[in-house]
């Protein structure tokens, strides 16, 4: 595939889009704190992000029980979102090059492992309500790396597997775009490194959203 020949672009929302990286971790560790587990690390919490809340509970802590799962979450929703009350700023570069993609004519599809109420509240926050022509969350289909939630934004906007991009920051984007038979592009200043993510071949790694503007420009 040739850069020019995608119609379909794909973003995680999550430290893809928005720099909100710190306020999961942080809130990860105070709901740890409140309903009594031990702390995870920085590290260890930047590996789950990606996941729905639900199974990035569930990796940090096997041992959690179904009423504890509920509390935990509850107690992350709540700073998390009290955090969230001045919103995450997009990265450098996101607005602008997000504008040069509609005007290029690409469909544009959010994949998140936010849940619905978080995503459409994040989205009304900037003023995207109506930006992409489809987003998935979480709660609604199956978990990343599960490849249904790309399916069915390929089957939104009528377009095969091989024309469309996957970017995100995690190994849990660029798993699912592979298991959907589908490119991506790995992203170095999310929640993971970029030598993490590059056992899933993606087609370009970039330190600078613009970057990504700038490859799919070329024509050649």
Partial sequence: MRPSDYKLLIFDWDGTLADSIGRIVEAMHVASR?????????????????????????????????????????????????????????????????????????HLAVATGKARRGLDRVLKAHGWEDYFDVTRAADETASKPHPLMLEQILAHCEVRPEQALMVGDSSFDLQMARNAGMDSVA?????????ALQQFEPRLSIDRFSELRAWLSQRA
């Fill in 34 to 106: 409140r309903s009594g587990f031990p702390l995870r690390d920085d590290f260890a919490v930047k590996g789950i992000i990606g996941l729905g809340l639900p199974e990035a509970i569930r990796t940090l802590y096997p041992e959690i029980g179904d009423g504890e799962l509920m509390a935990f979450r509850d107690y992350y929703a709540e700073h998390y979102i009290a955090a969230e009350a001045v919103p995450s700023p997009l990265f450098e570069g996101v607005l602008e090059s997000m504008e040069a993609f509609r005007a290029d004519g690409y």
């Fill in 187 to 195: 992203v170095s200043y999310g929640a993971q490194s970029i030598e």
